[in-house]
DNA sequence: ATTGAAAGAGTCTCAGT
DNA sequence: ACTGAGACTCTTTCAAT
């Protein structure tokens, strides 16, 4: 399924420490890995190039900014293969920030972000059931995040 | 739950555009925002210091590295008190990237990562068995990301 | 491919408003 | 609080290896 892409070790712990540290310098990450800020570059220009790396994201507190309720919702279609039409729906809703078609149980798993309550039991409640094809949902508010972070993508090496 | 932050137009504006695009500079976004370089940078200090913004992270596409399986675990506990000792252990199980307490039918609920079917199975029936306290798990394997994306932060403004 | 140095661009500081 | 300019740091390019 992948193709071929043939990365050596120091591209394997280049991808490793800046996922670690993102906003570590090529020079301090050259030290680090001894090599020079230079070949970091190289580096990174070609993992850009074949987009394994795809940039840079903002991290930021949603919770500090108000948005104090996350929640996932499992999505029971009518037919399965209604889920592009119902997919194309569910983008249109600005709380719905991730979403995967699956297997098992659910046709598709959402991601929702809402500023309280009052705005998820909105989603929920009136955006969801206009939607046609969607049989029903089942709903888990997160009450705690006890983990979020990285895969770690060192193989054999390191 | 959330303290008084009082932020105004311009820092929700300078999120909002940093989320779409973390690697602007300061003075390209002032000039986007109609205030000074110098401005941006006092701003986002001033977020940092309030924990809203948090850094930045390394976006990379896990496929072009191997790891072809996403799946979500939800976990039905013996006892909820249980969430606590449980965690820790799954935290243990470096494929096992974000982890939920859940209202709903699952105590818990998990996102991994793995290069493929035979890793999915090994830390399902192998690590996941093991633990203590844990019921039984669903599973379900993601066939297709539709959507990955960030919250829409601005509130009335803008 | 990697290096080191020079050029270019960005961040950070600060005095003035 | 915002600005603009100077100091500093980082990225980017490139000739040499």
New interface residues.
Partial sequence: ???K?NLDKLDYQI?QE??ED??ISYADLGKKLFVSGGTIHVRIKKLEE???????????????????V?A?I?VYLEKSSLYDTV?KE??KI?????????????SM?AEI?CKDIQELRYVLHDELQKIKGIERT????????????????LPENC
Same sequence: chains 1, 2.
């Fill in positions: 399924m992948s193709a892409l991808i800046m996922m993102a906003e074949l987009k394994v790396v795809k940039g840079k994201k903002l991290s930021v507190d949603l919770k500090a900014l108000g948005y104090d996350i996932f499992g997919a569910l983008k600005p709380q719905i920030v991730r979403l995967n078609y699956t297997t098992g149980n659910y798993f972000v089942e709903t888990f508010i997160s009450l705690e995040e006890s983990l979020d972070r990285n895969v770690v993508v």
